[in-house]
């Protein structure tokens, strides 16, 4: 069975770091791309970055462009966001997924259950 699982939100000051991980059991994480996206109250699902299997290269929304930054860990089957330099409208549930294809943009068949980002100070 496919399953992802978020961790690693949390309450951050503007300006402070973290790091999500989305765990992935059920299939090898390494063979396919994944995908970050985020939801804010009252706002449309957004696409954050992607990582692709292939040639492992990397894309990020212009949001967070020079701030996050997209990792994997095949020993651990597990992708990483690491959030640097947060501001307040970083703020929002944050989702991994994958649609189990080798490119970016994701598929979106697989959804974790999401972790939750708040900065504020």
């Known amino acids: 069975q496919v399953q992802l699982v978020e961790s690693g939100g949390g309450l951050v000051q503007p300006g402070g770091s973290l790091r999500l991980s989305c765990a992935a059991s059920g299939f090898t994480l390494d063979y396919y791309a994944i995908g970050w996206f985020r939801q804010a109250p009252g706002k449309e699902r957004e696409g954050v970055s992607c990582i692709s299997s292939i040639d492992t290269r990397v894309y990020y929304a212009d949001s967070v462009k020079g701030r996050f930054s997209i990792s994997r860990d095949r020993g651990k089957n597990t992708v990483y966001l690491e959030l640097n330099s947060l501001k307040p409208e970083d703020t929002a549930v944050y989702y991994c997924?994958?649609?189990?294809?080798?490119?970016?943009?994701?598929?979106?068949?697989?959804w974790g259950q999401g972790t939750q980002v708040t900065v504020s100070s």
């Open positions: 997924a994958t649609g189990l294809g080798s490119s970016c943009p994701p598929g979106e068949d697989y």
